[in-house]
C-alpha cells in the first residue's frame, strides 16, 4: 500500500497527515473528562425539572439549601418556599435589585472556569458546554412548558427565566465536574435542588427563595 492512499489532495503526494506526540496526549487526555460531560447531561435529561414547584419543603431540600447557602457565604440567610408563580414572579423581580448573589456566584464560576481550562483545552470546554446546551436547553423549556401547562401560566418571560437559570445551573454543576469539585461545592448544591424538581430563584436580603 502506498504512502499516495494517505495523502490529502491539498498536500503534496505522497505526504502523510501526521500529528505529534505532544497533540496526541493532550487529546488523550481529555477525552475522560469530556465523556463525563456527556453522561452528566445525557442523565440530567431525565431529571424531573420543575416537577415539585411550590410543595412544602422536606428536610432534604433544606439541607441542600443550607448547604448551598454557606457554601456561597451566605451563613446567616434562611429558606423560603414560595408557593406559587405569582410569589415566583416577585421574587425574581428582587434579583434585579440584590447583586450580593450574582457576585458570589460569579466570582465562584470566573474561578471554576480558569481551573477547567487548566484540565482541558478551551476548544474541548467550548464543545462540551455546546453539547450540555444542545441536550438540556430543549428538555428545559419543555419541562417548564408542562408547568406552565398545570398551573395555567403564561408569562413567557418569567417561564424563560425559570428554564434560563436552570440551564445557568447546568453549565455551573458542569464546570464543577471538570474542576472535580466536591458534592458540597455551592454549584452542585444548586444544581441538585433544580433537579429535584425545584427552582432556587436567589437571594433576596438574608432569604433564598425557594419554588
Do not use: C
Not at 414547584?53 to 439549601?65: F, N, V, Y
Not at 478551551?122 to 408547568?147: K, N, P, W
Not at 417561564?159 to 458540597?184: K, M, V
Request: net charge negative; no cysteine.
Amino acid at each position: 500500500m502506498s504512502d499516495d492512499f494517505y495523502s490529502n489532495d491539498n498536500e503534496p503526494q505522497g505526504q502523510t497527515f501526521t500529528i505529534s506526540d505532544a497533540e496526541l496526549e493532550a487529546l488523550e487526555s481529555e477525552l475522560p473528562v469530556l465523556a463525563g460531560l456527556r453522561r452528566f447531561a445525557e442523565e440530567a435529561v431525565s431529571l424531573p425539572w420543575f416537577s415539585d414547584l411550590g410543595r412544602p419543603l422536606d428536610k432534604e431540600t433544606r439541607a441542600l439549601a443550607r448547604s448551598y447557602l454557606d457554601g456561597l457565604g451566605f451563613p446567616d440567610a434562611e429558606v423560603a418556599r414560595i408557593r406559587n408563580w405569582e410569589e415566583a414572579a416577585d421574587a425574581a423581580m428582587t434579583l434585579d435589585i440584590e447583586p450580593l448573589q450574582w457576585e458570589a456566584e460569579e466570582g465562584l464560576r470566573a474561578a471554576l472556569a480558569a481551573e477547567a481550562v487548566e484540565r482541558v483545552s478551551e476548544q474541548g470546554l467550548s464543545i462540551a458546554m455546546t453539547h450540555v446546551s444542545a441536550l438540556l436547553g430543549q428538555r428545559m423549556r419543555q419541562a417548564v412548558g408542562d408547568a406552565a401547562h398545570f398551573w395555567d401560566i403564561s408569562d413567557e418571560g418569567l417561564l424563560n427565566a425559570a428554564a434560563g437559570a436552570a440551564l445557568q445551573s447546568a453549565h455551573n454543576a458542569a464546570l464543577a465536574l471538570i474542576a472535580e469539585e466536591e458534592h458540597d461545592h455551592p454549584f452542585r448544591r444548586k444544581f441538585t435542588l433544580f433537579a429535584r424538581g425545584r427552582w432556587p430563584i436567589g437571594i433576596a436580603g438574608l432569604t433564598l427563595n425557594l419554588f
